[in-house]
Nanobody, 128 residues
Framework: QVQLVESGGGLVQPGGSLRLSCAAS????????VGWFRQAPGGGREGVSY????????NYADSVKGRFTISRDNAKNTVNLQMNSLKPEDTAVYYC?????????????????????WGQGTQVTVSS
């Protein structure tokens, strides 16, 4: 059974930083494309970033480009999301997701239907 577990969420002031981690215990994350999504109250699930397997090419939503960085730590079997310069509008539940599928369109990985496996989410609140 594929299991993903997110950690690292919390309360932070505007302009602050958080580092989220997505861990897998039953499979090797480096074999999968891993994405981060977020869902604010009353909103849909928005693709934030993803990282491909192998060379680890990454992509970001315009709303977080230049502030968030996704990376792999293969020694720990995790995918991390470093979030800097956080804004109140970044407040959401953050989810990681994984898929073995490869798609021709790089933008498709920003859609939830691209992924087969999901974690339970971690809350990020940006507030003074």
């Amino acid at each position: 059974q594929v299991q993903l577990v997110e950690s690292g969420g919390g309360l932070v002031q505007p302009g602050g930083s958080l580092r989220l981690s997505c861990a897998a215990s039953t499979f090797t994350l480096d074999d999968y494309v891993v994405g981060w999504f977020r869902q604010a109250p009353g909103g849909g699930r928005e693709g934030v970033s993803y990282i491909k397997r192998g060379e680890g090419a990454a992509n970001y939503a315009d709303s977080v480009k230049g502030r968030f960085t996704i990376s792999r730590d293969n020694a720990k079997n995790t995918v991390n999301l470093q979030m800097n310069s956080l804004k109140p509008e970044d407040t959401a539940v953050y989810y990681c997701a994984a898929t073995l599928e490869q798609f021709d369109s790089s933008t498709y990985y920003f859609f939830r239907n691209a992924y087969d496996y999901w974690g339970q989410g971690t809350q990020v609140t940006v507030s003074s």
